[in-house]
């Protein structure tokens, strides 16, 4: 089986993570405020303040706002569950702009109609590796005097316009062990506002600005070194990693041009993509559903995912929740029933693209 995603650590990881449990010093100690640092440079922000996972990241960024009930927070209905769970945990309300089919993040065009007294951010996702169109959102946002919060948990490094995701407004990034870099379960946050990253500091540490000192109410949220160690070794090689997975979507895009019933990702003009997922889409030109396809693809030893398999608040639990503004989103909607991720990860060999080229092409009945 092809893997979707692998996780393959070397003699490096082994060696820093060594050295953190022979020092002694396991919880939130220097290694942390080392990879901090280093995240900051990567992303070119001011800041970086490491937490324990993605939500948490999204959760304390929302906190640190100092949001009230009833507050509005304009995200995409096409994003992995956290975005909205933590929307809520922050007591705020999810309203949601529809996606386009290029990039599969919100559309700026539709972000303006839903802004009212109450809206206080817009939160896009920059989803599988590419980020959202920036320009226009970093206008609406200087415009309405709001805040953007970019849920960057699959976009460490994507550039617009040569700026980097996370660096236009407050970034939130996961390091869970799928992600482009990671630490097994692990989160940052960038921005380049002192307050912001001095309040975030606070509140992941119970509140707390010197020892006992408890300046706000505060939670738990706190990195450990054992997990800090393991990212330095990736950032050493992130460039490489984010070069190979180019390659490897190069390959399979040449493989699958022309292919019929399958629409195929791009890299928008003016974006740098790091592919996190290579997501095509099933379209009505084939026969057959996207659901068959992944059974076919998974018996023929091709990996696969869906994500996702629909829009987020299309949940028992969510559709009448009050903190959720349910509302029709036909592209975000149509996404979902069409769209399959490829392997696309660094330790793909050239023999498994062929394979994965073959058995696209012969699952969707393509002559070879
Ligand atoms: C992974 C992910 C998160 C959550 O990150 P965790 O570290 O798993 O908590 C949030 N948003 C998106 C889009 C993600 O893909």
């Known amino acids: 089986m092809i893997p979707i995603t692998t996780v393959q650590f070397g003699i490096e990881e082994e060696q820093r993570v060594l050295e953190v449990i022979r020092s002694g010093l396991i919880a939130q100690g220097p290694v942390v405020a080392e990879f901090e640092q280093r995240f900051a440079e990567l992303c070119g922000t001011k800041h970086a303040i490491a937490v324990n996972n993605g939500t948490t990241a999204l959760i304390a960024a929302l906190q640190v706002l100092n949001l009230q009930p009833g507050d509005e927070v304009i995200t995409s209905p096409f994003t992995f569950v956290a975005t909205l769970n933590a929307i809520i945990e922050a007591g705020a309300t999810a309203v949601f702009a529809d996606i386009r089919d290029n990039d599969f993040n919100i559309d700026p065009t539709k972000v303006e109609a839903l802004i009212t007294e109450r809206t206080r951010v817009i939160a896009p996702v920059h989803l599988y590796g590419q980020t959202a169109d920036m320009n226009p959102l970093v206008e609406i946002a200087n415009k309405h005097n709001l805040v953007l919060l970019e849920d960057t948990a699959q976009s460490h490094a994507a550039?617009?316009?040569?700026?980097?995701?996370?660096?236009?407004?407050?970034?939130?990034?996961?390091?869970?062990?799928?992600?482009?870099?990671?630490?097994?379960?692990?989160?940052?946050?960038t921005t380049n506002d002192d307050k912001i990253a001095d309040s975030l500091r606070v509140l992941r540490n119970q509140g707390m600005r010197a020892r006992y000192e408890y300046e706000s109410v505060g939670n738990n949220y706190?990195?450990?070194?054992?997990?800090?160690?393991?990212?330095?070794?990736?950032?050493?090689?992130?460039?490489?990693?984010?070069?190979?997975?180019?390659?490897?979507?190069?390959?399979?895009?040449?493989?699958?041009?022309?292919?019929?019933?399958?629409?195929?990702?791009?890299?928008?003009?003016d974006r740098e993509h790091v592919w996190h997922q290579f997501t095509v889409l099933i379209t009505d030109e084939t026969t057959i559903t996207r659901d068959e396809f992944v059974v076919a693809l998974r018996e023929y030893g091709v990996g696969c995912g869906v994500y996702y398999p629909k829009v987020v608040f299309d949940y028992d639990s969510y559709r009448s929740h009050p903190l959720v503004r349910a509302s029709a989103v036909p592209v975000a909607t149509s996404v979902a029933l069409q769209a399959v991720s490829l392997p696309v990860h660094a330790h793909l060999t050239d023999e498994n693209i062929a394979e994965i080229v073959t058995t696209v092409r012969t699952v969707l009945g393509a002559t070879s």
Do not use: W
């Not at 550039?159 to 989160?187: D, L, P, Q, V």
């Not at 450990?224 to 390659?247: F, G, H, N, V």
């Open 222 to 269: 706190r990195l450990t070194d054992l997990q800090a160690a393991l990212a330095l070794p990736q950032l050493d090689r992130y460039s490489q990693t984010i070069k190979t997975r180019q390659e490897n979507a190069a390959k399979l895009i040449s493989g699958l041009r022309g292919v019929p019933g399958i629409k195929l990702p791009a890299q928008l003009p």
């Open 159 to 189: 550039r617009y316009h040569g700026k980097a995701a996370g660096s236009f407004g407050i970034g939130t990034f996961s390091f869970y062990a799928t992600k482009n870099i990671t630490t097994g379960e692990g989160g940052m946050i």
